[in-house]
Structure formats: structure tokens, C-alpha cells
């Protein structure tokens, strides 16, 4: 069987995702910046990247040294489109997966934004990443991983809703598996009268201790928990979880 990940995240995505705008984007980067201490020189890996929302953000402030990872070719190839047509044509865009990052030691932070850490069915496919991202990053460099908060999540869980949208309407269907901690969401859409195909996603949910842990076990220092990118105090009925960690200095 295919893997949720690869046949979701087609072409057909970024129309359920149109909200997620570029404008909602520029606040989280310039949020990050803050948070983080960014310069603009720093090199830096949006892992996950997508359709490049948050490299184009990135680009428009300035930051010289960007490279996107994904496993999509179509959300690569509209990220490749936006960002040149944007004057962005230096931004480096890579086809690759998560747990295996074709870098070693080539950048000062690395961000995983929207959820998108605890796509793999196994714990230890998840860990992959993280170490494949501590390998990635310089000595002392900095992870951010922005995710569901798991026992907010699991209490404000929606388990049916409809949404109108310009294109049509959208059923979302989501559930929470205690065994395998993970939402499972699917969302149907209906365009013009027809059904579009449905969108399945499955994400493992973490609470703050537990990927505080993850971190640390994965040789990540400094690890620290908050409720959202603006750097809120983390609690656990925070919306988000953010966690923040070092690589180890050599």
C-alpha cells in the first residue's frame, strides 16, 4: 500500500489548504526570526517545505541561504514556480525524504513547520528524522519543530465537519487512535457537483514532555517547550507545541 504521505500530498492539496495563505506565513517567519535570533545570512532548511510558503516568506525578508526539502515532485515544482516567478530562483530545492537529508553539517537551523514531524507509522522512522536533521545541522545549530499539541489536540478534536469553500464544499472526518497516538483525518472534497478524490493524513501527536525527550535522546541540548511560535509558555492545554533544541557542539 502506498503511504498516506506520498499519495496525499499531490496537486490537488494546496486547493484544501488554500487558506493557509502567504499572508499567514509572513507572521509565522517573522515570528520565528524573533524567537530564534535569525539573521538573514544564516543557511537554513525548511524540511518539508511543500509549495514553499514559508521560503517564499523567508525570501521577501531577505534570507540568502534557503534550501526546501521535500518528497513531492508537484508541491516542489509549484514551489519552484512561486519562488522564481517571485525572484527567488536561488532558493534550493531538493527531492528527498525526511529521515534521509542528502546535507551533513551545512546548516545553522532547521524548521519543521505545519505539522509535519510525525508523518511515519513507527516511532523509530519518526527518531530517523531527528537524527538525520542533527547530522544536517552545524555544530550548535538550532531544530524548531512546530506540531500538534497532543492533550489539547485530543480535546478539542472536531470529529465531522462540513466547510463551504470557493471551489465547493469539504467534509473533514478526524479520529484519535489511543494505542497509536496518532489523528487520523480524512477530507473529502466536492467541486462543481463532483467528488474529489479523498485526502487522507495520519500524524503521531506528542505532548511537550515527550518530544522534550525525543530531542534529548536524539543528542539535541537546550531543548525547550512552547505554546506557540510567538514564544508563549508551553502548557497543556497550548494549541501548539514548539520545541526548540541545539545540535550537540563538536
Known amino acids: 500500500m502506498t503511504p498516506w504521505y506520498v499519495d496525499s500530498f499531490r496537486s ?4 484544501r489548504y488554500a487558506h493557509r495563505d502567504d499572508a499567514e506565513a509572513d507572521r509565522e517567519v517573522r515570528a ?5 535570533g535569525l539573521e ?17 516568506a523567508l525570501h521577501r525578508i531577505g534570507f540568502l541561504a534557503l534550501t526546501g526539502i521535500d518528497l513531492s515532485a ?9 519562488l522564481d516567478e517571485s525572484g527567488g530562483s ?9 529521515r534521509r537529508i542528502p546535507f551533513r553539517h551545512a546548516f545553522e537551523a532547521v524548521l519543521s513547520l505545519f ?4 508523518y511515519f507509522a513507527a516511532d523509530r522512522e519518526n527518531e530517523a528524522v531527528l537524527d538525520a536533521t542533527r547530522d544536517a545541522l552545524r555544530p550548535g545549530g538550532t531544530l524548531l519543530i512546530d506540531t500538534l499539541n497532543a492533550p489539547a489536540a485530543i480535546d478539542a478534536l472536531v470529529r465531522d465537519e462540513e466547510i463551504e469553500c470557493a471551489e465547493g464544499s469539504v467534509r473533514v472526518r478526524r479520529r484519535y487512535d489511543p494505542v497509536s497516538r496518532r489523528i487520523e483525518k480524512t477530507v473529502h472534497g466536492v467541486s462543481d457537483g463532483r467528488a474529489a478524490r479523498p485526502i487522507r493524513e ?5 505532548d511537550g514532555g515527550e518530544l522534550r525527550a525525543l530531542l534529548e535522546g536524539a543528542g539535541f541540548c537546550e531543548v525547550t517547550c512552547y505554546g ?17 533544541g541545539r545540535s550537540p557542539k563538536r
Open 228 to 244: 506557540s511560535l510567538d514564544g508563549t509558555p508551553y502548557t497543556p492545554t497550548s494549541a501548539r507545541l514548539v520545541a526548540v
Open 32 to 36: 520565528i526570526c524573533r524567537l530564534l
Open 115 to 118: 505539522t509535519s514531524f510525525g
Open 90 to 98: 536561488s532558493v534550493r530545492l531538493v527531492r528527498a525524504d525526511m
Open 40 to 56: 538573514p545570512t544564516c543557511p537554513l532548511l525548511d524540511l518539508a517545505c511543500g509549495a514553499g510558503r514559508h521560503l517564499l
Open 202 to 206: 495520519s500524524v503521531r501527536i506528542y
Open 74 to 82: 508537484d508541491l516542489l515544482a509549484e514551489a519552484r514556480r512561486r
Open 12 to 15: 490537488d492539496y494546496l486547493e
